[in-house]
């Protein structure tokens, strides 16, 4: 085989490796669904202020808060995500198609139980789900060379991602003004991504004759890890209150994948015959391997009380990963979010907020998104007490619920993929970046009892 042959077959190597990206696609960032009632109505600014069961996944010293037992439940009951991403492929000669697609989101953020062991202790069991994807791409495009038949591409990508962490939290009251509390969560994360990308010269033969490259990968990973937290809420006057919360690195200990990578090449060559060359590698097992999958979270937040209900400032920080076979890489980011309550009554209270969920990951493979999300949210929460016959238990019960609707804007970049004909020393496949727009509404509603 020829140099001229072996460069192509490289430059064909190189672009279906970028289109296959080690099966790691990624649509969204960390905090894309608010998990618990309260983070949905306050934007997620509840660090110092949090008290319902969600707690122990935003600061699990506000358990203490808890005067009853409570049976906690919050499912976003619709949520809608459109994507718009203007050069999804695009030839050098400047023929280009872009794409737009709409992601359905039905999924529990959150439920609890929560109880008071003692006058100072509470504890809580809970299942959070602070991600989840669920997303379909495809689109073909023409090219007008090599005349006069053209080259057909196309890609395709299904990629379905969630994340629960699951386990109990407690919290312990030093003071009337000062909690501590910790938790600790198993993670469970499942990735299923399936790509194929593709392209002929449109009408030239049959194969071997027609020109024609194409790859395909099958990626699905579950991880199995750990993850610890802790906080404290402070009150050193009547009208502020402080909270801290951190979050450990996530740590994979236990990795289930299964990969499926195929690419096919077919070239015909005047001078030597038609060539043709397809790989096809598979692998599947466990993997018992110590690695940090999730970044280590830290926020605080300050709450300043007034008669007719409060106000919450937060910032939340996650540090750098590495990249690894796990992920790219990510960059340190800071989030802001502003939170206000308005109590209309003893059992009826507005709630509103802001709040920024930027980006980690940069846009360098194809799939990958790079996408700065800014929103607000806005909903309302009631609470019933209905009391209990004389020598019950508890002597009423209290039924909560809250609606709140989150509104968020995102604007980035997607990695996506120049295209040429199929001809030998030319580049076939190379990334680059393509502006990236994002709608996001959502529905949360939540309901508890307390008894």
Avoid: C
């Amino acid at each position: 085989m020829n140099r001229r042959i072996l460069g192509f077959l490289a430059s064909v190597a190189l672009g279906v490796s970028i289109v296959g990206w080690s099966g790691r696609a990624a649509a969204g960032n960390d905090d894309q669904l608010p998990v618990g009632g309260e983070a949905s109505l306050y934007g997620g600014a509840v660090i110092a202020t949090v008290s319902d069961g969600a707690a122990g996944y935003h600061n699990p010293a506000g358990l203490s808060q808890s005067q009853r037992n409570q049976l906690d439940a919050s499912i976003t009951a619709v949520g809608f995500r459109f994507y718009t991403a203007s050069e999804l492929l695009r030839s050098p000669s400047g023929e280009a198609t872009g794409v737009t697609m709409m992601e359905f989101v039905l999924v529990p953020t959150s439920g609890t139980y929560t109880r008071r062991l003692s006058d100072r202790v509470v504890a809580s069991f809970g299942i959070f789900s602070p991600r989840t994807q669920f997303l379909i791409m495809q689109k073909a495009l023409k090219l007008t060379e090599p005349t006069p038949q053209g080259t057909d591409w196309n890609v395709a990508i299904n990629s379905i991602v969630f994340t629960y962490l699951i386990g109990p939290s407690v919290a312990y009251q030093v003071s009337r003004q000062f909690s501590l509390g910790g938790s600790f969560h198993v993670l469970y994360n499942f990735e299923d991504t399936a790509a194929q990308a593709a392209g002929a010269e449109r009408d030239a033969g049959v194969p071997p004759q027609q020109p024609f490259i194409g790859n395909s990968q099958l990626f699905v990973r579950t991880t199995y890890g750990l993850q610890l937290g802790w906080g404290f809420q402070w009150q050193p006057r009547e009208q502020f209150r402080i909270g801290f919360s951190m979050q450990s690195p996530g740590l994979q200990m236990l990795t289930w994948r299964q990969t499926t990578n195929s690419a096919g090449i077919s070239l015909p060559v005047t001078s030597l015959g038609a060539t043709s060359a397809h790989t096809l590698s598979t692998a599947e097992g466990f993997q018992s391997k110590l690695q940090l999958v999730l970044p280590l979270r830290a926020g605080l937040g300050v709450a300043r009380f007034f008669d007719w209900g409060r106000l919450e400032v937060d910032l939340a920080y996650q540090s750098a990963l590495p990249e690894s076979e796990l992920g790219p890489a990510r960059k340190a980011v800071l989030n802001g979010r502003v939170g206000a309550q308005y109590r209309l009554s003893p059992t009826l209270s507005l709630g509103a907020g802001l709040f920024t969920d930027r980006a980690a990951t940069n846009a360098s493979s194809f799939g990958l998104v790079h996408v700065n999300m800014y929103g607000g949210t806005l909903g309302i929460a009631t609470g019933t007490e209905h009391r209990l016959n004389p020598g019950e238990r508890a002597k009423s019960l209290v039924f909560a619920s809250t609606l709140g609707l989150r509104y968020a804007y995102g604007h980035g970049e997607m990695g996506t993929l120049e295209v040429s004909p199929i001809a030998p020393g030319s580049p076939v496949a190379r990334p680059f970046q393509s502006p990236m727009t994002i709608h996001e509404i959502m529905l949360n509603f939540g309901s508890a009892l307390n008894f």
